[in-house]
Structures are given as C-alpha cells and as structure tokens.
C-alpha cells in the first residue's frame, strides 16, 4: 500500500480477442501475486473499432469505445500488457487501437509503468511481439519496467492446478512481478 493507504490500480490488457488465448490465461493467473495492488483486466470482446485512417477520422471523429478506452487508461498507474504475436509483430486490432489513441494523444501512456509479457506455443514465447512492444510503448511515454516470455505454454502451465510446473521459471516470473510492483510502489 502506499502512503495514502490505497491501493495501487494496474489496468491488465491481453492483446487478443481469442477467449481462448494462452496469453490471457497468463495474466489471469499472474494477477493474483499481486497482494498490494487492485489489478482489472480489460476485456476487449464488444469493442467495436474501425480500421484508422485520417478520412475516417476527420468524418466521424474518433469512436466512442476508443474515448471510453483512453478514459480507462487515464485511472490507472501502471499496465500489464501481454502480446500475443501474429506474423512476428502484434495483432492488428492492437496495432489499430494504438492508432486511434495516438492520434487522440500522442502521449496517451504519459507516466505508466508497464509489465510486457508473452507467452505461445512455442520455444520462442511470442519474444517478437514483446520486443516491438518494448520499442514502441516508450514512444507513447510509457515506462516499460519489466517483460516476462513464457514459452511453450501448456508445457510450462499446469492448467488444473494453475501454476507454473517449472520452478526456475516460476521464481523468474515472481522477481519480476515483485520488481514491478515495487517500482509502481515507489511513483
């Protein structure tokens, strides 16, 4: 908690909008090390957002879920996002949200702290999303304080008891989420 006695709020965005997704069960299990902090996931499912183009833009201004979105991020002090890779690169639907909200600030991250995360199914854990991820989000003036790779993901996570089955990577996972809360602490 910090001096005030209120909890810290970190606002959880997955970069898929499969409810299925590997990366969503990550950080659905990830948010409960966080004792000291309130952690919501954003739910992406009934965003309704057109493809940007400036056109669009000047015709019909910028979509209410975006307003509603950028809103959203303006109540939190630090995110988690998890990437979820397509073609070496984030999803579209990402990459097409970040337009509109850059577009509306070009600094609309201001001040955040952010945990990037990924995981696949794969050796490589989605590390291509992440690493752009890394590159961009300072752009928008976000802090990226920590990232966190899972590969092969139903290999490395046990679904029934939900937890991670190797201990190196879960006591990796731990640091990280315990440098990242303490980081935000610190704001």
């Known amino acids: 908690m910090d001096k005030k006695g209120s909890m810290e709020k970190i606002l959880a965005i997955v970069g898929s909008t499969n409810p299925n997704s590997v990366n ?3 950080v659905n299990y990830i948010t409960g090390f966080f004792e000291d902090s309130d952690v919501k996931l954003q739910d992406w499912t009934h ?12 015709e019909r201004g910028f979509p209410v879920d975006i307003r509603i979105f950028k809103n ?21 639907f990402l990459k097409n949200i970040f337009d509109w909200l ?8 201001n001040g955040k702290k ?9 050796e490589k854990g989605s590390i291509h999303a992440l690493e752009y ?3 961009l989000l300072p752009s928008f003036g976000a802090e990226v304080i920590e990232s966190f790779s899972l590969p092969y993901f139903s290999k490395n996570y046990d679904e029934q008891e939900n937890t991670l089955k190797d201990q190196i990577l879960l006591l990796g996972l731990k640091e990280v989420l315990t440098h990242f ?6 704001s």
Do not use: C, W
């Open 114 to 122: 952010v945990l990037l995360m990924s995981t696949s199914e794969d």
């Open 72 to 92: 959203t991020l303006d109540q939190y002090e630090a995110l988690i996002l998890a990437v979820t890779e397509h073609n070496m690169s984030i999803p579209g």
């Open 24 to 26: 969503k069960k990550l």
């Open 102 to 109: 850059s577009q509306m600030d070009s600094k609309f991250l």
């Open 133 to 135: 991820m890394k590159k």
């Open 47 to 58: 965003f309704d957002v057109p493809v940007y183009t400036y056109e669009l833009e000047k």
């Open 181 to 186: 809360e303490q980081r935000i602490k610190l």
